[in-house]
């Protein structure tokens, strides 16, 4: 079985691009979330969403948004990106959201690189 | 809210020594524990969790990590550890009333040296 896959696995973009980063969760699982790991450091919660509307969001700007699929699978968005985004993009997916048993697992992740 | 502290950055260790991982945890409400283990170039892998019932919690290759409410550690100990096990790892907790969101620490490089 197919385990969580995140597209692209690498990429560099420059200053005041965006970029949009794919995940796809799981079969079954109908829960995504998305982290974001600045290197030398512990992820930090973005967003969740669960059969397609957010559940949760952390400290995060606007320039951040994300959408789920009806399939399921997520799409992250950066706007106007500075140097500060560059980071290991994470994506988990989980069954549910009920807390506790319904552990994440999590993609290889989208490394960018913003110059 | 929730915090996670990881209270070694880099733990340098020889091959079939034992390590432990230390980390503690505060909350406002009660949360399970979870670790996960990062090798180079990866995601996040579950290494073990804390939901309920008895403290001390193993994973399927030698780790073991206990639930300590009283002090709110969830220390990760291995008895003899191997070149394989150098990798990042990271606690996190959950808290146990709404979603499943995790909070994680900075995360501790455990550096096994042969």
């Known amino acids: 079985d197919a385990g969580v896959t995140q597209s692209p696995t690498h990429l560099i973009k420059t200053r005041g691009q965006q970029v949009t980063l794919r995940c796809s969760p799981i079969s079954g699982h109908k829960s995504v979330s998305w982290y974001q790991q600045v290197l030398g450091q512990g992820p930090q919660f973005i967003f969740q969403y669960y059969e397609k509307e957010e559940r949760g969001r952390g400290n995060f700007p606007d320039r951040f948004s994300a959408r789920q699929f009806p399939n399921y699978s997520s799409e992250l968005n950066v706007n106007a990106l500075l140097l500060g985004d560059s980071a290991l993009y994470l994506c988990?997916?989980?069954?549910?959201?009920?807390?506790?048993?319904?552990?994440?697992?999590f993609g290889a992740g989208s490394r960018l690189t913003v110059l | 809210a929730q915090s996670v502290t990881q209270l070694d950055s880099q733990v340098p260790v020889f091959e079939e020594a034992p390590v432990e991982l230390r980390c503690n945890y505060s909350?406002?409400?009660?949360?399970?524990l979870f670790w996960y283990v990062q090798y180079p170039n990866q995601g996040l892998q579950l290494l073990l969790k804390y939901l309920s019932g008895s403290t001390l919690v193993e994973s399927i290759n030698g780790f073991e990590a206990e639930f300590n409410k009283s002090q709110t550690s969830f220390h990760l100990r291995k008895p003899s550890v191997h070149i394989s096990d150098t990798a990042e790892y990271f606690c996190a907790v959950m808290p146990n009333n709404a979603g499943n969101m995790l909070t994680f620490g900075g995360g501790t490089r455990l550096m096994v040296k042969p």
């Open positions: 988990a997916s989980s069954a549910s959201v009920a807390p506790g048993a319904n552990v994440l697992t």
């Open positions: 909350s406002s409400v009660s949360v399970y």
